[in-house]
Nanobody, 122 residues
Framework: QLVESGGGLVQPGGSLRLSCSAS????????IGWFRQAPGKEREGVSC????????VYARSVKGRFTISRDNAQNTVYLQMNSLKPEDTSIYYC?????????????????WGQGTQVTVSS
């Protein structure tokens, strides 16, 4: 099971930290990706952290503002989101990729969490 948490309502320029916690398997056996989907839009990749070397990938729209990290002891992956903008408003999902390599295509991910809502508004 993958469970996201940490979403909420924040003002533009604010910060949130999302968590993706796993039960039943070890997150460090997989690449873990964060995706988001706004109403009427396709699901898009936000960030990913690879299995072995911890290589990270970011979408151009969030690079420099978001940071992905992994805490293996807690079996949790985090997404620190700073300088949030209204266009970051979306449901955020984490997912696992058995290949262990960061690909930002949703079809490569075999297991998804239920999502957490992030709303950026004044």
């Amino acid at each position: 099971q993958l469970v996201e948490s940490g979403g909420g309502l924040v003002q533009p320029g604010g910060s949130l930290r999302l968590s993706c916690s796993a039960s039943g398997f070890a997150l460090d056996d997989y690449a873990i990706g964060w995706f988001r989907q706004a109403p009427g839009k396709e699901r898009e990749g936000v960030s990913c952290i690879s299995k072995s070397d911890g290589n990270t990938v970011y979408a151009r729209s969030v690079k420099g503002r978001f940071t992905i990290s992994r805490d293996n002891a807690q079996n949790t992956v985090y997404l620190q989101m700073n300088s949030l903008k209204p266009e970051d408003t979306s449901i955020y999902y984490c997912a696992r990729d058995p290949s262990g390599v960061c690909w930002m295509r949703p079809s490569r991910y075999d297991y998804w969490g239920q999502g957490t809502q992030v709303t950026v508004s004044s």
